[in-house]
C-alpha cells in the first residue's frame, strides 16, 4: 500500500510529530508498505520530485523529541508564504491510497487537516473533521461528556493583561491551568500559590489566552487507549520528578510507567468504561487515548482525550497495544486498516 504519513506542521507538538511520523515510516517500510515521510509546511520545499520521499532515508533526528517546544515565529520565517500546508502537500496526498496522520496539536488534530482529506476525496488515519475538532477543545469534550463521566470542576476563560490580577486573586487553589486546544502538557502548570497561578496565567497568553482553570485532583495517573471498540489495559505514569509535562513524557528514563496499571480489576473496568464513554460520545473512530486522575477510592476523573496520540518511542499507545502482543508495526497496520473501513462508514 502507498501511505504518506504526515508529520510536523506548525504546532508546538511539531518535533513529538515529527519523531511519531519517523517510526510510523520505518515501520510500514519495514512491514512492506510503500511509505514515504513529508513535513506538513515544509512540503516538497527544496525536493525535485515527491516520489523521491518514498525511498529517502528517515533522518535519524527526528527519532528521538527534541527537549524543547519549537520556536514558532522562527519557522514561519524560514518559509514565504501564509499557508501552514507546505507545496506540493495537497498533491501528494491524492497520489496516496491513504494519509497516515502523525501530526499532533493543532493543524493536524483540530478536524482541519482532516477536512481538507475529505474535500479531496483521500482517506486517512483517526477520527473524522468534526470529532476530531470536538475532542481537540478540552472545555466543549467536557461539556459533552459530563453527565457520561466524573471530570474535574472546571471552568474557561480568556486571559488578557488586562485579568491577570483579578483571575490570580479569586480563582481557587490548587488549580490546573491548561490551554484549551494544546496537548503534550505545553502550557500546562500545577498551581499551588497564588504567585505560581499568576506565573502560569502570564504564560497563557502568548498561548492564545484561552485557557481552562480546572480543579486539581490528587491521584494517580492513569491513561487508557481504545482501539475500534476495545479499550486497552490501562497504563500508570510515575513522573520521577515533578509531574507528567513535556519533558517528562519525551526523554527516555524521566517517568516510570506501568502497563498494565497495578490497580483492582474493578477500578481498571471503571476506568476503561470511562475511556469507551467519551470515545463513543464524541463520535470518535480508530484510536485514540484518554487520561485520567485515579482518586484514592478508585474513582476516575477524565482529563482529556487525544484523538491522534503519540507515537514516539517513549508513547503511552504502543505500550498497552503491547500488553496485549500487538507490536508497533502491528499497530501501525491495525490503523490503517480500521480507518479505511471508517472512512467508508462515512466516520
Known amino acids: 500500500m502507498k501511505v504518506l504519513v504526515l508529520a510536523g506542521g506548525l504546532s508546538p507538538e511539531r518535533n513529538v510529530s515529527l519523531s511519531s511520523g519517523a517510526m510510523v515510516c520505518q515501520a510500514l517500510r519495514e512491514r512492506g508498505h510503500q511509505a514515504a515521510l513529508m513535513d506538513l509546511f515544509y512540503g516538497l520545499d527544496g525536493a525535485l ?43 501528494m496526498c491524492a497520489g496516496a491510497d491513504i494519509v497516515y496522520l502523525a501530526l499532533h496539536g493543532v493543524c493536524g488534530e483540530d478536524g482541519r ?129 515533578g509531574f507528567y509535562d513535556y519533558a517528562n513524557k519525551y526523554q527516555p528514563g524521566a517517568a516510570t510507567e506501568v502497563c498494565p496499571a497495578h490497580i483492582p480489576e474493578s477500578w481498571e473496568k471503571a476506568v476503561g468504561d470511562a475511556a469507551l464513554a467519551v470515545f463513543h460520545t464524541l463520535g470518535l473512530s480508530v484510536y485514540a487515548r484518554a487520561d485520567f486522575i485515579l482518586s484514592e477510592k478508585g474513582t476516575p476523573y477524565f482529563l482529556e482525550i487525544n484523538t491522534l496520540p503519540g507515537m514516539t518511542p517513549t508513547s503511552l499507545v504502543p505500550q498497552e497495544a503491547a500488553a496485549v502482543g500487538i507490536s508497533y508495526g502491528q499497530l501501525c497496520d491495525m490503523i490503517i486498516q480500521k480507518s479505511l473501513k471508517a472512512r467508508k462508514e462515512g466516520l
Open 113 to 241: 487537516i482532516q477536512a481538507a482529506l475529505d474535500l479531496l476525496g483521500v482517506p486517512y488515519t483517526g477520527s473524522g473533521c468534526l470529532a476530531s475538532a470536538i475532542a481537540m477543545d478540552k472545555d466543549l469534550t467536557k461539556r459533552l461528556v459530563a453527565d457520561k463521566v466524573t471530570t474535574p470542576q472546571w471552568e474557561t476563560v480568556t486571559v488578557t493583561w488586562d485579568n491577570v490580577e483579578e483571575l490570580t486573586a479569586r480563582v481557587q487553589l490548587p488549580v490546573v491551568v491548561k490551554p484549551i486546544a494544546s496537548g503534550s502538557s505545553i502550557g500546562v502548570y500545577i498551581a499551588r500559590t497564588r504567585e505560581e497561578l499568576e506565573r502560569a496565567l502570564k504564560e497563557s497568553i502568548p498561548l492564545g489566552g484561552r485557557t481552562v482553570l480546572e480543579q486539581y485532583i490528587q491521584g494517580r495517573e492513569i491513561q487508557v487507549a481504545v482501539l475500534g471498540d476495545r479499550a486497552l489495559p490501562s497504563i500508570e505514569i510515575i513522573p520521577k520528578a
Open 49 to 91: 520530485n515527491g516520489e523521491n520521499l518514498y525511498v529517502a532515508p528517515i533522518p535519524d533526528s527526528f527519532k528521538r523529541v527534541a527537549r524543547a517546544a519549537p520556536d514558532l515565529e522562527q519557522l514561519r520565517s524560514s518559509r514565504p508564504g501564509p499557508s501552514a500546508i507546505g507545496p506540493g502537500v495537497l498533491e
